[in-house]
């Protein structure tokens, strides 16, 4: 057992994050069904594991969130590698916060490998890059998306260093007046080991949330990651592992409406629930 921990490299539980990283763990999202044909599974399963630890990490932020930190309700999303699910957590988060009735922003930040238009089906023609070089205006930029008040606001690729944009006054005006107007705005940044953009935006303020992913991370690259933003004085202030395996995600006897939604939802995914770009019933 004591050989075993010592050649295990990877994150398999919360324990394994902890001993890196001594932040609260806000919550254990399980891999199956996050994003499902372009819809997160706050949408199309709302009743289902997924849904619900969602709900528990936009519910536990409010927790670890200091009430004199500035711009409380601006939430940076990184991870320490790539394939660790940062965008399908930051585009729950989005539809968890939309459910309750809140206005949203969500920005792709990640401007080298951008990811939410392509997890949400969006097009990502026109977006953050355009509207950061006044070539757009925002309202040619940011996209609806389920409910009028969850609006998108997706990255097109770029090659240019991606400090140059996201570190330019237009940026720190862009998020400063998106904090002004909305009740929540999400940034799904560059996973650390790429670009410290995470970083950049946390030292102005907002909350910072690592995503571990089970499986995926390992715990020196971890170990580094936390070492950085110690070193740049910037806080974590939750954890999310994320991609955990169905038996390792617990409270499974509570949700009893899973099976349920499964049998009876099939012929809704293959409607994406029904859901438009810019309008929905629900």
Do not use: C
Request: proline share 4%.
């Amino acid at each position: 057992a004591v050989l075993r921990e010592m050649f295990d490299k990877g994150v398999n539980d919360v324990s394994d994050v902890q001993t890196v990283v001594r932040d609260p763990v806000l919550a254990s999202v399980p891999k199956a069904h996050t994003v499902s044909n372009g819809v997160p599974a706050v949408i199309t399963k709302p009743r289902g594991r997924a849904a619900e630890e969602v709900r528990r990490l936009t519910t536990n932020i409010s927790f670890v969130t200091p009430k004199d930190l500035k711009q409380q309700n601006v939430i940076i999303v990184t991870s320490t590698n790539p394939r660790e699910g940062k965008t399908t957590v930051s585009v729950n988060m989005a539809a968890a916060f939309a459910e309750k009735g809140k206005s949203v922003l969500l920005i792709d930040a990640d401007v080298r490998h951008p990811s939410v238009a392509k997890a949400l089906g969006m097009n990502s023609g026109v977006g953050l890059v355009s509207l950061l070089a006044g070539e757009v205006s925002a309202k040619e930029a940011i996209q609806p998306y389920w409910k009028s008040y969850l609006q998108v606001l997706p990255a097109e690729e770029q090659k240019t260093p991606s400090g140059i944009i996201l570190g330019s006054d237009a940026m720190r005006q862009l998020v400063d007046q998106a904090a002004e107007r909305y009740d929540y705005v999400i940034v799904d940044t560059a996973p650390m080991t790429v670009a410290n953009d995470a970083a950049v935006f946390a030292e102005k303020g907002g909350v910072l949330l690592l995503v571990v992913g089970q499986g995926v991370a390992q715990k020196k690259a971890l170990r580094e990651v936390v070492k950085e933003f110690r070193m740049s004085k910037t806080a974590i202030r939750g954890v999310v592992l994320n991609m955990v395996s169905v038996n390792n995600a617990g409270r499974s006897s509570y949700h009893y409406h899973e099976d349920h939604e499964d049998a009876g939802s099939s012929s809704k995914r293959k409607s994406k629930s029904g859901i438009s770009r810019s309008k929905s019933k629900h």
